[in-house]
Structures are given as C-alpha cells and as structure tokens.
C-alpha cells in the first residue's frame, strides 16, 4: 500500500480543458512537492507545498495543500499538449528526511 | 550546466552480471537519494547520504545492492548477482539539508536480459 493515493491513474482529455489532480493520504507531511515526468527523463520539480491551506500558481497550474496536510490537488486550466506527462507527488514526514512518492497520473492532453 | 548528472543513460546487462551507476550531484548540495522507478509507478526511495554518510537504507535494498559517496560529492550505486527484477530506471536526487527540495537527474534505465 502506497502512502500517498493518487487519482486518477490516467486522464486523456482535449486541448482547452480544465483538470483536477489529486494526491491523498492519511498521514501527515511537513511538505509536498509536485513533479511532472515525461518518458525516459527523471522528474522535474513544479512546486513545494510548505503550509496547510496553501495555494500556489505556477501560470495555468495551481497546487493546493490541504488545510490538514495529508492532501494536495494540481488543477491545470487550459491544458495544452505541451502538459503531457507524469504528474507525481511526493510528501516528506516530519522528522523524516527521506520523500514518498505517489504512483503518478498519466495525463494525455489531445491536440 | 549544473544539474545532477547520471551515467550511463541506458545499461543493457545480462543476468549475474554486476553492474554500477553514478550520480553527479549539484555541486552545493549534501544530500544525495537513490530511488528506483518501475513502468508504471512512482520512484521508490533506495537510501540517501548525507556528505558522505549513509543514514537510511530501505528494506527494498537487498545485499545484492551497495552505494557509496566516499567523498561526500559523487556516488555509486553497485548491483551484484543481477536478476531480471531488477530492471527499472535509477534515479539520483540531490537537495541541501533541511530543504523540502530535491532535484532529480534523468535517471539511469537498466535492462536484464
């Protein structure tokens, strides 16, 4: 069983859709990040989540850290093809200094 | 170019060979983590260093698995004996002591024949 859950596994949708990612988990991080992964490569960072309830915006993305810290959503406005990829989370526990992964959402945005 | 650096890419390997990957870190940065990432699945933590120190090792690493980082900057990670499971990407992070950021290098893709 995996520490973090994220869903969907995969979503196809159309250029100029909106999107919703979601990564969740019973337990509690002191941060979470968010990578996007494309075939062959490692992940490259989006984004850190630090404080419960925290919004960031990174252009059309938007990451959101649960007031409780156990969750966290990436909504893509927009999407292009160029958002094709991998999105992953992954979440540090406090007093930890080693990062859980999710097992990622598979994202094919159609032209 | 100051990222993290692996080589080589790709390792095309037969069964019982031993083989060995390196990690380049960015160059500030004392912490270093070994993950393995599997078709399909998030990238699995291995071990991490800080500087030249091994402080965890997951249950995942078998004996036939060994890293090191002997000076604290560069690392190996060594596979005796392979075995068909073994095939995945490795990957290597590096990230400075109490950050919450790591950055990844673009991995090492392992094939076992």
């Known amino acids: 069983t995996q520490l973090l859950e994220q869903s969907p596994q995969f979503l196809s949708i159309q250029e100029g859709e909106n999107l919703t990612v979601y990564c969740n988990s019973s337990s509690v991080f002191s941060s979470l990040q968010w990578y996007r992964q494309e075939p062959g490569e490692g992940p490259v960072l989006l984004v850190t989540v630090v404080t419960g309830g925290e919004v960031k915006k990174l252009k059309r993305l938007t990451f959101q850290f649960g007031d409780a810290r156990k969750d966290s959503s990436l909504h893509i406005t927009a999407a292009q093809t160029g958002d094709t990829g991998l999105y992953l989370c992954?979440?540090?526990?406090?007093?930890?200094?080693?990062?859980?992964f999710g097992s990622g959402t598979k994202l094919n945005v159609k032209p | 170019d100051t990222g993290v650096s692996q080589d080589p890419r790709h390792k095309i390997t037969k069964r019982g060979q031993n083989v060995t990957f390196r990690c380049d870190p960015i160059?500030?940065?004392?912490?270093l983590y070994w993950y393995r990432q599997t078709l399909g699945q998030g990238p699995e933590f291995l071990t991490y260093f800080q500087n030249e120190a091994q402080l965890e090792k997951s249950r995942l690493l078998s004996d036939r698995f060994s890293a090191e980082r002997p000076k604290g900057s560069f690392s190996t990670l060594e596979i005796q004996r392979t075995e068909q499971g073994d095939s995945a990407m490795y990957l290597c992070a590096s990230s400075l002591a109490g950050s919450d950021t790591q950055y990844f290098g673009p991995g090492t893709r392992l094939t076992v024949l």
């Open positions: 160059s500030e940065h004392n912490r």
């Open positions: 992954a979440g540090k526990k406090y007093n930890f200094n080693k990062f859980y």
